[in-house]
């Protein structure tokens, strides 16, 4: 083992100077030999619980990720800071893969980044033994839950592998679990003795904001110009169909868009992953397929063009924003359609009663969710069993407000009423004109325009029936039948308000709130009093990552340059005061980023 601390490391290869939550013990604990399980938001900083214990422990860190697109850039990363690391995966031609295990046997390699069905390969199994190893991280160890839509079969048989290793300690690492989830990776990668380290689920730089859809394609062209003009993003949609479509169409607006969905050929999608990962300002138009390994640290926005199905799955699509911990927004839109849609979508789905009961439980909080008036975060955090005392003031509620809550049992018992006496199979447009007293031809055959219920609810306008609809189905005091025809139905909640023993809460739906912000130019140096600097700067950047083939970012985040660009650092060791600037890069760039900045500042100041 080396003498140096982990606080030195971190100084001299990363360039930071202190600490994150939880960083250090975690560590500490697996230089000492324990294992440890990781659960940290997205952008927390869990690589280097890992990176930093495989640099000072004897022997190779074996990192098993899923992520084989985003190897090549972490290992660019990391050599770029000075620690030389590797990687094997399928897109390795078979000599470059003899050139790794060369340089692990021999003990060069200090970081190995290994695939999981790599991992499990006869060739792979000898590496190892023949190996020092330091540690095992799992990452994404989520991937072990069967229940997951990132399921992995092979990570099931990693726990054959490490048991042979029993002196080497493990860790595995996540953003995304739930109860369940938790305890499945745990026995299922044999870590029932490992030290947990949890962490707030709270990603503060993100502003979490939910609209009503009226002209959803309008909306987002608005959302995208008005807010993040030339910014990167991503867009959710439930359907291929209609990411093809919104991607298309962006395009013809003049935004830079592409479509991802796992219907594509692998190609495609590859390419897609390529952009997203290189070019300044795409936004991903993309189903829930897109997800695993978006590692870039400078989305500006998540859209959810439709209602994801949970509140994890919502968190873990809008935690992708704002990695780099710089404001984001997390901006959905959902509508009565879209209520029934994915009531309708989860009865079709496959599975048990059990796990159906679950799936609609874990919707049910999704939608009170998107109809709340209370501030978004305490809501979005009591899910996750995080309790917070204050409003959080970066959200659409406390920001915009929440839409004033009015005493609904009246116009609940009208509808439920609509319904019931209709015989539960009409949707919602046909229940209101009964509401409203607006007769068809239809309805004067089947002798609806006779009920009890015939014109007595003239005093809400169409609309506002509309949202009593959305939020009954959405409390689930109406469920939705499963045909065609997506007929409301009574469930047993729906008793007792008709009874009058039970008050209904609901919430007028609030008006939208538009947001102006300047070109990006404009807004990412407003804090910069040398902005023509940072231009500079940014083109520096450019020209090195396009001639390395990486992501800007792995050459210098964003905040790296900004705080260049303030400091103006005109010596080795002004730079290595820098937040990200560690011995390497300083070695490497920093004649380059010093000229710049001498140059700029003999001209200008
Ligand atoms: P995660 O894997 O938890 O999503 P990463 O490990 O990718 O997060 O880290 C997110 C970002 O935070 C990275 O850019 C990383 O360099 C940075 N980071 C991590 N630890 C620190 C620290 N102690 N000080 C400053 N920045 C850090
Ligand atoms: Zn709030």
Redesign the pocket.
Known sequence: MTSLTPHHV?QKY?G?D???EH?EEVITQLLAGTDAFVL?P???????CYQIPSVLRDGVGVVISPLIALMHDQVTALRENGIRADYLNSSLTAQEAEQVQGRVRSAETEILYVAPERLLTPSCQRLLTDTRIALFAIDEAHCVSQWGHDFRPEYLKIADVTRRYPGVPRIALT?TADDVTRKEILAKLELASALQFVSSFDRPNICYRVQLKDNGKRQLLGFIRDEHPEETGIVYCRSRKRVEDIAAWLNREGINAVAYHAGLPPEERMAGQRRFAREEALVVVATIAFGLGIDR?DVRFVVHFDVPMSMEAYYQETGRAG??GDPADAWMLYSLADVIASRQMLMRSEGNETFKFVQQRKLDALLGYCETTACRRQVLLRYFDEERAQPCGNCGTCRDGGGASWDGTVAAQKALSAVFRTGQRFGAQYLINILLGKEDERMCRLGHHRIKTFGVGQELSDKQWRSVFRQLIALGFLTVEMDRRAGFALTEKSWPVLRGEAIVRLREDPVPVRRHKKKRRDIDVTDIPASGLWEHLRALRMAIAQDLGVPAYVIF?DKTLKEMAIERPTTREALLGI?GVGEKKADRYGDQFIETIRNWVIRET
């Open positions: 971190l990363f930071y202190t600490f994150r960083q940290m997205t952008g927390s900083g869990k690589s280097l953003a640290p990695r780099d985040h937040t």
